[in-house]
């Protein structure tokens, strides 16, 4: 990569805070299993989190875009919202789960700081986040935080 082409997305901001707000998401559990990796039957959570259509401000991306953040392949083997009330998903407590979003035409990492969950009724849940989004992993802009408060509701995927 030539220094200009760096130059170019580090001046780059995306700046989600100001820009747009999380509506209300979905928390899903799933099943599934990988035997050629050793993967036995395992209980998934995954959390999708979308966001109000808004102006990414990317010349090469039609406006206003519609985005989500995803938050996957968490292991909590729970049923019940109830049972992860006061849990925090960070990455720190969670290191096999993965978290994204996609904007710039391209597939975001996440670095989840804070994923807190509190029990609203048996099935809705609101979520306290603050995630780094790696905007740099594509050379999309420059690396941003973003922090919200949504609540999510409970579906069990069969």
């Known amino acids: 990569m030539n220094s200009e082409t760096m130059k170019a997305y580090l001046a780059r901001n995306i700046d989600l805070a100001r820009k747009t ?25 995954r959390i999708a989190v979308p966001l109000k259509p808004f102006d990414s401000g990317l010349e090469w991306e039609l406006q206003p875009i519609d985005a989500s953040f995803v938050f996957d392949w968490y ?28 904007i710039g035409n391209a597939h975001n990492p996440c670095d989840v700081l804070r994923l807190t969950v509190a029990a609203l009724s048996s099935e809705v849940v609101e979520l306290g986040c603050t995630v780094e989004i790696i905007f740099e992993h594509e050379m999309v802009a420059r690396n941003e935080l973003f922090e919200f ?10």
């Open 21 to 45: 707000q999380p509506l209300e998401g979905k928390m899903e559990t799933y099943w599934f299993e990988n035997p050629s990796v050793g993967l036995t039957r395992t209980l998934f959570h």
């Open 75 to 102: 292991a909590l083997g729970v049923v019940n919202p109830r049972e992860i009330h006061g849990l925090n998903l960070c990455h720190r407590n969670y290191p096999d789960s993965e978290a994204s979003i996609y």
């Open 149 to 158: 408060t949504a609540t999510a509701r409970w579906h069990v995927v069969q």
